[in-house]
């Protein structure tokens, strides 16, 4: 399999690696994938009061494009608000990372990573309002 | 100009180096000796015939059979093709029924696949969880229209040995032919079809340190078995394959089984000893699994599950070695190995799956680093896996509803 210098980067040296504390009310988890598909994604956000994403952490088990395209999403989430990340399209990541046709699903995995965890924090929110 | 270093070879199962003295062998037959074995009126085709019969004669030494048995094919795949549809379509009259088993490899697959759509009735049997079909599930299958079973000796993925003789002679009292694809098992075990119920077997040469592009069909003679040719033409070998012998190819197949035949004794104790010693390092890895038989398998082959790690990535950061994984994502299917799943393995496990082989030219060095590095890669994967965290923190993963994609 013939990747682009930029997948070989992430994949040796993954940026963000790791979790957040998902107890924490302002930390949003999104958890995608099967293990039987072969690809699983734990992504982790923190958001600041102002709903800036201050923190992004990940684990991914899968094959190369997936950890790199969940360790650049860290690298992106960073300093965008919970909407801006909500907006980002897997169609970016798959350029950015020059994926190969089989493996535009990692980005599309990706995606769904952000998209779960931004919910989820919106839940955790929403769910504080409530009970204030 | 550098050149990086090349990765160490550990998937002899996919193909081996042609050993030195075999390539020696071919070379004057490209360039000196380059008669067509078919012309019978000069010495050009003379010497170009002599060489070809005495080829054959070495490859029926090596698994007991009469040099006439023997017929020149262009590799296994051609003989498992020449063998299945050619007895097949033969001897339909007997019925119409074909037995073979789900962990066949695909040129074994695939043909009866295609009798399928002319007509045939095909059994895949199940083997067991360890990769062997039982005596008891095989002789459950026949039926009074099986004309044909094909199980081969040596499976190419995990290794394991099945029992041939058994499974022949469940064949001969039933009066089904029975075809043996030994691609992976010449110069790994003694082959005796002076002996073994077998009506038909495939061989290559590029599995035992011969040249790719040729192999050879063992065809019966007593009790005499028919095929029908799936090549027409000049008829060539008896009339059951035509088209110019390849002399070089087949000179090398030649030498390369004559080599298996004197030294596969001695080689596949060293070969043993090697690839017990990367079975136990690796064993020190926390929730590995070995995939298949470990007691009826070939010496030269370790197929291991890593679990919570994914074969590809693991493919990529053990970039040091050169080996094949049932994962997925190193095939173009997208679907991971037909052969684990056979043996119940779950997706995971096949998806985290490694083949490693072991043959001729792997040295003791080679084991040494292959554990070590297996050993960092795994630890470095399962930091990032959060399918590992989840297993180090009591859940259990099977029971997690997954949404799959």
Redesign the interface.
């Known amino acids: 399999?013939a990747?682009s210098d930029k997948v070989l980067d992430h994949?040796e040296n993954?940026r963000n690696?790791g979790?957040l504390d998902k107890n924490d009310p302002n930390v949003g988890t999104g958890?995608?994938?099967?293990?039987?598909?072969?690809?699983?994604?734990?992504l982790m956000i923190k958001v600041g009061d102002d709903g800036i994403i201050e923190d992004a952490k990940f684990?991914?088990?899968?094959?190369?494009s997936?950890?790199a395209s969940s360790s650049l999403v860290t690298e992106w989430l960073k300093g965008k608000t919970v909407d801006e990340a909500y907006a980002i399209k897997n169609s970016a990541i798959a350029e950015e990372l020059a994926l190969p046709p089989?493996k535009i699903?990692c980005s599309?995995?990706a995606e769904?990573a952000i998209k779960a965890a931004v919910a989820d924090i919106k839940a955790k929110q929403l769910a504080a309002k409530e009970a204030a | 100009m550098t050149t990086e270093r090349k990765p160490i070879y550990l998937d002899y199962s996919a193909t081996t180096p042609v050993d030195p003295r075999v390539a020696a062998k071919m070379i004057p037959y490209l360039t000196e000796e380059y008669g067509n074995p078919a012309s019978r009126s000069h010495p050009y085709g003379w010497t170009a015939e002599k060489a070809v019969e005495n080829a054959r004669e070495e490859v029926a030494k090596l698994v007991n059979a009469d040099p006439r048995e023997i017929v020149w094919t262009s590799g296994a795949t051609e003989s498992n093709n020449l063998a299945i549809k050619g007895a097949a379509n033969f001897y339909s009259n007997k019925g119409k029924h074909i037995i073979t088993v789900a962990t066949e490899h695909k040129a074994v697959i695939d043909p009866v696949r295609e009798l399928e759509r002319q007509g045939f009735e095909a059994t895949f049997l199940e083997p067991d969880s360890e990769g062997l079909v039982s005596l008891e599930v095989f002789k459950a299958a026949i039926r009074p229209d099986t004309v044909l079973t094909s199980v081969m000796l040596v499976n190419n993925e995990i290794g394991v040995i099945q029992d041939i003789e058994g499974i022949g002679n469940i064949c001969r009292e039933n009066n089904v032919i029975f075809h043996v694809d030994a691609a992976q098992a010449t110069g790994k075990v003694k082959i005796d079809l002076a002996s073994l119920p077998v009506d038909l077997m495939s061989f290559s040469a590029h599995k035992t340190y011969g040249p790719k592009g040729i192999g050879a069909l063992y065809v019966r003679r007593k009790p005499r078995i028919r095929i029908e040719a799936q090549m027409h033409g000049g008829g060539h070998e008896r009339g059951m394959r035509s088209g110019t012998l390849a002399t070089h190819q087949i000179v090398g197949m030649g030498e390369a089984f004559r080599i298996a035949r004197e030294e596969m004794a001695t080689e596949n104790e060293r070969i043993r000893m090697l690839r017990d010693k990367l079975l136990h390092g690796l064993q020190t890895i926390e929730e590995t699994y070995v995939n298949g038989d470990l007691a009826n398998r070939v010496p030269h082959n370790l197929n291991m599950s890593f679990n919570?790690?994914?074969?590809?990535?693991l493919i990529?950061a053990v970039k040091g070695i050169a080996v094949s994984s049932g994962?997925?994502?190193?095939s173009?299917s997208?679907e991971?190995s037909y052969v684990l799943r056979a043996l119940g393995r779950?997706?995971?496990l096949a998806?985290s799956s490694i083949r490693f082989s072991i043959g001729r030219f792997t040295t003791e060095a080679d084991v040494d680093y292959t554990i070590a590095l297996l050993k960092e890669k795994i630890g470095k994967l399962r930091?990032?896996?959060?399918?590992?965290?989840m297993f180090k923190d009591g859940i259990d993963?099977s029971k997690v509803e997954?949404?799959?994609?």
């Open positions: 399999m990747y994949y993954p690696v979790s958890m995608v994938g099967a293990p039987a598909c072969g690809d699983v994604m734990k684990k991914t088990y899968g094959c190369g997936a950890i089989v699903h599309v995995l769904d | 919570y790690v994914e074969g590809e990535s990529m994962s997925a994502c190193t173009a997208l991971p779950s997706d995971e998806h930091e990032l896996s959060p399918l590992w965290e993963i997954w949404a799959a994609h």
